[in-house]
């Protein structure tokens, strides 16, 4: 376990080699370094799992240095390794490993190859920072780290505008709600003194009185800058554009690691949440709201990797909404199924891009079940997890158990049995989309040429990826279970007199998720000139136009926060300071401009200005007189 600080070590110097060289790798040496730095990191966090694991310590501390004392205040480079943070590291090398093995094959040919990887190296290692870190100052250090990254790889194709754009609203949204989470590590140094996590898990409670107003603003700022990074309401709207990034980036990035933060911060920081059981509530609704809206969105899109985007977002509710229901481990669990399954659908998806020349309207594909079979056993696996088909996918296992503590907490508090009800809506919609994405690419006619794909490099990592999104997965259940334990992260604890309701609950949820797909049959196997015909109607084309754009809340923060700021921009360029000031000498100069257009030379002009001065100034004179007495 003392070599636990080369999972960091490895991405960086990976990332200061990528960096330096740029142009001068050729593509070969550009992989190798990128994909082998990646390799090795997940070698170490391999080992440092086995030893800890074996060490049978609740948890590790490596203190590396102090980073800086300014006042007392001395956060460390320190790392921490628990069973919550050996969870993450293994996800985020072991998945991120296979998406860097893709990224070889996928950017072949790209113009700055060795950029990318830089950009992809950092990102791991930063992100390793974020959930490796023992105190909450380092935690930010990676949270804005993985938030540069994210910049720079959505916007890699920078030569098209709207891809810059894209870059630049995810990093203003998530840099909003970057500031809330720093407000919320001011809140904490007020009452802890310290920014030491395990110290404030452990004390949160003898500190930290239960729903009082700094205890509610505290965690509400936590959870607003958890909400940030994961894309929940009202800081969702980043995500969907951020698929102008390459696919590979959308997987590591925006399936599988960085949006999870979020959930890794509040499931870390779970004692100052009990405190504040309003809060609690409000993350759940979010959670639930966001699920629900991204579903209705994700229904009527037809980018494929929009599609992927808005059911990331929906699948990220469910984390929330089992966060907010004191449902840790439901969450974390279904986190590590969705980072399975979500990358494989979106590297997946990218094969597809290529096979039909980068087209990513699902429109103008279809037939591609016969042209490469082993793709559509790949998006079939995929799809199936995202559905919760019981039984075979391991989604099915993960969101059951969600719902059916949701459902549990239902019971005591009414606000959770809505709630239940929400996800069990969301999870119909995610039949439909599913169905609806997967019919529509791999069955039908022909519409764009396609194009064969091979290499190992391609297929390795989806085959893996597949087997582990199967109902095979399950079996890691219970050593997550274990780690999240020795972790201190609470489990939900179903009362044994619930156990027959979570069920009937459980049975529901997969019910109602089955009529989905049976439904999303009916409407785009047999009845889909019905929908075109529904969607060219008044009404149909504004519903189709309202979900599509997920419910304006683009426009109306266009109207609410980009218009007024362009405004003051356009008034500030004008520099109204400076033009104010210049006022004075505007004066001057015409003073000056005056008087010097009075000396003329002409004597009748001066004795006419002379008699009309004293005319002045004798009615002056004259004039003060008479005020006087």
């Known amino acids: 376990m003392s070599y636990l600080y080369c999972t960091i070590l490895f991405p960086l110097i990976g990332f200061i080699l990528l960096a330096a060289g740029r142009n001068k790798f050729s593509e070969s040496v550009a992989a190798v370094i990128g994909v082998g730095s990646v390799g090795l990191s997940a070698l170490f966090a391999l080992i440092a799992g086995l030893e800890f694991s074996s060490s049978g310590q609740q948890y590790f501390a490596q203190h590396l240095w102090t980073w800086f004392n300014v006042g007392g205040f001395a956060p460390g480079i320190s790392l921490h390794l628990d069973g919550l943070s050996l969870l993450m590291m293994g ?5 991120g490993l296979l998406i860097h093995i893709f990224a070889s094959w996928y950017m072949r040919g790209e113009e700055d190859f060795a950029r990318f990887f830089s950009y992809f190296n950092l990102f791991v ?14 935690l930010f250090l990676g949270w804005e780290g993985v938030g540069l990254c994210s910049y720079l790889l959505i916007g890699y194709y920078y030569q098209n505008p709207a891809n810059g754009m894209a870059a630049i609203k995810a990093f203003t949204v998530t840099r909003v709600g970057d500031v809330f989470l720093l407000i919320a590590l001011f809140l904490i140094y007020q009452q802890f003194g310290t920014l030491h996590i395990e110290t404030i898990v452990t004390h949160a409670s003898q500190v930290m009185t239960q729903s009082s107003s700094l205890t509610l603003w505290t965690a509400l700022m936590l959870f607003l800058g958890a909400a940030g990074k994961s894309a929940q309401i009202p800081l969702q709207t980043w995500l969907a554009d951020a698929m102008a990034g390459p696919t590979p980036v959308s997987a590591l990035i925006h399936a599988a690691t960085m949006v999870t933060a979020g959930v890794y911060l509040c499931c870390r920081m779970f004692s100052v949440f009990e405190l504040a059981p309003e809060v609690m509530q409000f993350i759940s609704i979010t959670g639930a709201v966001t699920l629900l809206v991204a579903g209705f969105a994700a229904l ?83 799809g199936g997890a995202l559905a919760a088909i019981p039984f075979i996918t ?26 239940y009800w929400v996800g069990v809506a969301g999870a119909f919609l995610t039949s439909i989309y599913t169905f609806r994405l997967i019919w529509v690419v791999f069955f039908g006619e022909e519409k764009t040429p396609y194009h064969e794909i091979k290499g190992a490099t391609y297929w390795a990592p989806l085959a893996i990826l597949a087997v582990l999104s199967t109902g095979l997965a399950y079996f890691l259940k219970a050593p997550v279970m274990n780690m999240l334990n020795t972790a201190r ?99 001057v100069k015409g003073g000056n401009q005056f008087t010097s257009a009075r000396q003329t030379g002409s004597l009748r002009e001066y004795a006419s200005s002379m008699l009309l001065g004293g005319v002045v100034l004798l009615m002056l004179l004259i004039v003060t007189q008479v005020v006087g007495k």
Request: charged share 10%; net charge neutral; proline share 3%.
């Open 91 to 95: 996800m985020i090398t072991g998945v």
């Open 125 to 138: 290692a930063s992100m390793l920072v974020l959930v490796l870190a023992d105190n909450l100052a380092l």
């Open 300 to 382: 009527v899109q037809t980018d494929i990797k929009r599609i992927l985007a808005y059911s990331t977002m929906s699948q990220l509710g469910y984390m929330f909404m089992a966060v907010g229901a004191e449902a840790y481990q439901a969450g974390l669990f279904h986190m590590l199924a969705h980072a399975f399954f979500k990358a494989l659908l979106f590297l997946s998806s990218g094969a597809v891009i290529l096979a039909y020349h980068h087209e990513q309207n699902i429109f103008k594909m279809g037939g591609l079940r016969k042209k490469n079979p082993f793709l559509f056993a790949c998006f079939l696996i995929g």
């Open 394 to 419: 391991i989604g099915f296992f993960s969101k059951d158990a969600i719902l059916g503590a949701v459902w549990a907490q239902g019971q005591s508090v009414a606000l959770y049995h809505s709630l």
């Open 489 to 587: 992260i609470p489990d939900f604890v179903i009362p044994e007199a619930l156990e027959a309701g979570v069920h009937s609950a459980e049975y529901t949820a997969v019910g109602i998720a089955l009529a989905g797909l049976v439904v999303g049959i009916v409407l785009f196997a047999f009845a889909y000139h019905a929908i075109k015909s529904f969607a060219a109607t008044s009404f149909g084309a504004g519903l189709v136009n309202i979900c599509r754009n997920a419910f304006g809340f683009d426009a109306l923060y266009n109207i609410v926060f980009v218009q007024p700021y362009l405004l003051l921009t356009r008034i500030s360029g004008r520099d109204p300071v400076d033009r104010l000031w210049l006022v004075l000498p505007a004066i």
